[in-house]
């Protein structure tokens, strides 16, 4: 499965529209991009998912360029509550058995 | 629709001792998977059953560990005996059989393992 790198952690203000980006260089032609967003003492949750271009739903959208090897989470102006860890997954539709969590984003939401 | 559920939420025991873990899916999800993040590491897969048969179990440790889901319902990891390199949190997700599109994984709180 391809491997992801993101930034360790990001601070924001409420209010405040956030972008995570994701870089998965070695992504192949049938993996999809999933973010989950994990609060402490939580389980994972699942957040939205991509294959190209863009996807929105109620919570987020998700920006993939035409090469696919980055993707970037957009969070519409952030409160204190979406303080919490987002990681990015890829893997392959047909074989989307296991997800192999990296370190993940720690975003800080300040007042 | 309730979600994932573990128990126990947090278990404390000494090394050597027997632990068993249990997790409900969601119902009608066939897929159920067993993660764990040690003290300061990522998650990593542990296995994945399909109904009751193991689909894939590459990322169990070692033999101490053990898994069920019989009947194809709730699953159970035992950890025999337990280590202390077993402490961390263990997450079970639930999804349901893909048609040709991408699973949702839905994870349950995690089980938090204190082995001293």
């Known amino acids: 499965l391809a491997k992801t790198t993101q930034p360790i952690s990001m601070d924001s203000y409420e209010g405040q529209e956030v972008n995570i980006t994701c870089s998965h260089n070695n992504i192949a032609t049938n993996d999809y991009i999933t973010w989950y967003q994990q609060f402490p003492s939580q389980g994972p949750r699942f957040i939205i998912q991509g294959y190209k271009t863009k996807v929105t739903n109620e919570v987020a959208s998700l920006f993939i360029p035409a090469d696919r090897k980055s993707s970037t989470l957009s969070l519409p102006r952030v409160s204190l509550s979406d303080t919490a860890v987002y990681y990015c997954?890829?893997?392959?539709?047909?074989?989307?058995?296991?997800?192999?969590f990296g370190s993940g984003t720690k975003l800080n939401v300040k007042p | 629709e309730a979600g994932v559920t573990q128990f126990p939420s947090h278990s404390v025991i000494e090394k050597g001792q027997t632990v068993t873990l249990r997790c409900d899916p969601i119902s009608g999800h066939d897929n159920l998977y067993w993660y764990r993040r040690v003290m300061g590491k990522e998650i990593k897969f542990l296995l994945h059953f399909v109904k009751e048969s193991k689909q894939d179990e590459s990322g169990m440790p070692n033999n101490r560990f053990l898994a069920e889901r019989t009947g194809g319902t709730y699953s159970t990891l035992k950890v025999q005996p337990a280590e202390l390199e077993d402490s961390g949190v263990y997450f079970c997700a639930s999804s349901q059989v893909g048609l040709g599109l991408q699973e949702t994984q839905y994870f349950g709180p995690g089980t938090r393992l204190l082995v001293l």
């Open positions: 997954l890829v893997g392959d539709m047909n074989n989307f058995n296991k997800f192999y």
